[in-house]
Protein backbone atom coordinates (compact mmCIF):
# COMPACT_ATOMS: atom_id res chain seq x y z
CA UNK A 1 0.00 0.00 0.00
CA UNK A 2 1.06 3.40 -1.21
CA UNK A 3 1.09 6.21 1.46
CA UNK A 4 1.95 9.57 0.75
CA UNK A 5 2.47 12.12 3.92
CA UNK A 6 2.40 15.95 3.34
CA UNK A 7 4.14 18.53 5.45
CA UNK A 8 5.01 21.62 5.69
CA UNK A 9 1.85 23.76 4.89
CA UNK A 10 1.01 27.19 6.84
CA UNK A 11 0.40 30.59 6.54
CA UNK A 12 2.41 33.34 4.72
CA UNK A 13 2.89 36.88 3.99
CA UNK A 14 2.58 37.43 -0.14
CA UNK A 15 6.00 37.88 -1.59
CA UNK A 16 7.05 34.78 1.22
CA UNK A 17 8.39 31.18 0.99
CA UNK A 18 7.33 27.83 1.96
CA UNK A 19 8.83 24.55 1.36
CA UNK A 20 6.54 21.92 0.95
CA UNK A 21 7.27 18.09 1.91
CA UNK A 22 6.10 14.47 0.79
CA UNK A 23 7.62 11.18 2.43
CA UNK A 24 6.75 8.39 0.37
CA UNK A 25 6.67 4.78 1.05
CA UNK A 26 9.13 2.56 -0.88
CA UNK A 27 11.87 3.81 -3.01
CA UNK A 28 10.39 6.62 -4.94
CA UNK A 29 11.95 5.94 -8.94
CA UNK A 30 10.08 3.40 -8.42
CA UNK A 31 6.66 5.62 -9.19
CA UNK A 32 6.05 6.43 -12.91
CA UNK A 33 6.10 10.15 -11.54
CA UNK A 34 5.07 12.18 -8.42
CA UNK A 35 3.74 15.67 -8.33
CA UNK A 36 2.13 18.27 -6.27
CA UNK A 37 -1.40 19.28 -7.26
CA UNK A 38 -3.69 21.66 -5.74
CA UNK A 39 -7.61 22.71 -5.18
CA UNK A 40 -8.61 26.11 -4.28
CA UNK A 41 -12.52 26.50 -2.72
CA UNK A 42 -15.01 26.06 -5.44
CA UNK A 43 -12.07 25.53 -8.23
CA UNK A 44 -10.45 21.90 -9.63
CA UNK A 45 -7.86 20.41 -8.44
CA UNK A 46 -5.04 21.22 -10.44
CA UNK A 47 -1.48 20.10 -11.47
CA UNK A 48 1.29 22.15 -9.99
CA UNK A 49 4.22 20.56 -10.33
CA UNK A 50 5.74 17.21 -11.77
CA UNK A 51 8.88 15.40 -11.30
CA UNK A 52 9.23 12.27 -13.60
CA UNK A 53 10.97 8.78 -12.40
CA UNK A 54 14.08 9.99 -14.59
CA UNK A 55 14.16 13.38 -12.98
CA UNK A 56 12.06 15.55 -15.53
CA UNK A 57 10.33 17.90 -14.60
CA UNK A 58 7.21 20.14 -15.80
CA UNK A 59 5.41 23.36 -14.29
CA UNK A 60 2.01 24.99 -14.48
CA UNK A 61 2.24 28.31 -16.02
CA UNK A 62 1.36 30.11 -13.24
CA UNK A 63 3.53 28.64 -11.08
CA UNK A 64 6.95 28.66 -13.62
CA UNK A 65 10.31 30.74 -12.17
CA UNK A 66 8.37 31.36 -8.62
CA UNK A 67 8.35 27.04 -7.79
CA UNK A 68 10.57 24.14 -7.65
CA UNK A 69 9.85 20.43 -7.50
CA UNK A 70 12.70 18.40 -5.72
CA UNK A 71 13.40 15.14 -4.64
CA UNK A 72 15.59 13.01 -2.34
CA UNK A 73 15.82 9.61 -3.48
CA UNK A 74 17.74 8.59 -0.33
CA UNK A 75 14.73 9.96 1.97
CA UNK A 76 12.06 8.90 -0.49
CA UNK A 77 10.91 12.31 -0.47
CA UNK A 78 9.68 15.27 -2.88
CA UNK A 79 10.02 18.77 -2.19
CA UNK A 80 7.73 21.50 -3.42
CA UNK A 81 9.88 24.91 -2.59
CA UNK A 82 7.50 27.86 -3.19
CA UNK A 83 8.82 31.42 -3.85
CA UNK A 84 7.25 34.48 -4.18
CA UNK A 85 3.77 33.80 -3.31
CA UNK A 86 0.98 34.97 -3.97
CA UNK A 87 -2.82 35.47 -2.79
CA UNK A 88 -3.92 33.36 -5.39
CA UNK A 89 -1.62 30.34 -4.28
CA UNK A 90 -4.19 30.06 -1.22
CA UNK A 91 -5.31 26.36 -1.58
CA UNK A 92 -5.10 22.68 -0.17
CA UNK A 93 -1.94 21.23 -1.74
CA UNK A 94 -2.32 17.04 -2.44
CA UNK A 95 1.16 14.63 -2.80
CA UNK A 96 0.08 12.70 -5.87
CA UNK A 97 2.35 9.47 -6.81
CA UNK A 98 1.39 7.16 -10.53
CA UNK A 99 2.71 3.57 -10.29
CA UNK A 100 2.33 1.57 -13.15
CA UNK A 101 1.41 -2.41 -12.33
CA UNK A 102 2.92 -4.04 -15.22
CA UNK A 103 0.74 -7.81 -14.36
CA UNK A 104 -2.25 -5.45 -14.94
CA UNK A 105 -1.19 -2.67 -17.70
CA UNK A 106 -2.73 0.16 -15.18
CA UNK A 107 -1.61 2.90 -13.89
CA UNK A 108 -2.73 4.24 -10.47
CA UNK A 109 -2.66 7.53 -8.67
CA UNK A 110 -2.13 7.65 -5.08
CA UNK A 111 -3.07 11.18 -3.11
CA UNK A 112 -1.51 12.60 0.62
CA UNK A 113 -3.65 13.73 2.93
CA UNK A 114 -3.19 17.59 1.93
CA UNK A 115 -1.72 20.87 3.67
CA UNK A 116 -3.09 23.84 3.53
CA UNK A 117 -1.18 26.70 2.31
CA UNK A 118 -2.78 30.44 3.18
CA UNK A 119 -1.50 33.74 1.42
CA UNK A 120 -2.32 36.35 3.20
CA UNK A 121 -2.10 39.91 1.22
Known amino acids: QVQLVESGGGLVQAGGSLRLSCAAS????????MGWYRQAPGKQRELVARIGSGGSTNYADSVKGRFTISRDIAKNTVYLQMSSLKPDDTAVYYC???????????????WGQGTQVTVSS
Open 96 to 110: NAERYYSSSFRHINY
Open 26 to 33: GSIVSYVG
